[in-house]
């Protein structure tokens, strides 16, 4: 990705994205998210700890190129409507 997609990546991400988010859904699965995170975590043994952050620093990483793919996907869509 170019410096200027990247640029628009996340100007989209940052302000545009939430508007096609359903109202308030984002921010309950959000939270309800983080709260399951941090019981999942309360489970683990301290020997599983460094394991999980491995994974999900991982699984962080990929959604956000996957998010950048659908971006790219999306804006070559785009460009190709007449």
Partial sequence: MSDAMRALFYHVMDHR???YLPAGYDHFCG???GEL???FE????AAQQPLWKQWHAAQTDYALLYEQALFQAAFSLARELP
Avoid at 42 to 45: F, I, S, V, Y
Wanted: hydrophobic content about 40%.
């Fill in 42 to 45: 309360d489970t683990l043994t």
């Fill in 17 to 19: 994205v939430q508007e």
């Fill in 31 to 33: 939270g309800l998210l």
């Fill in 37 to 39: 995170e941090s019981a």
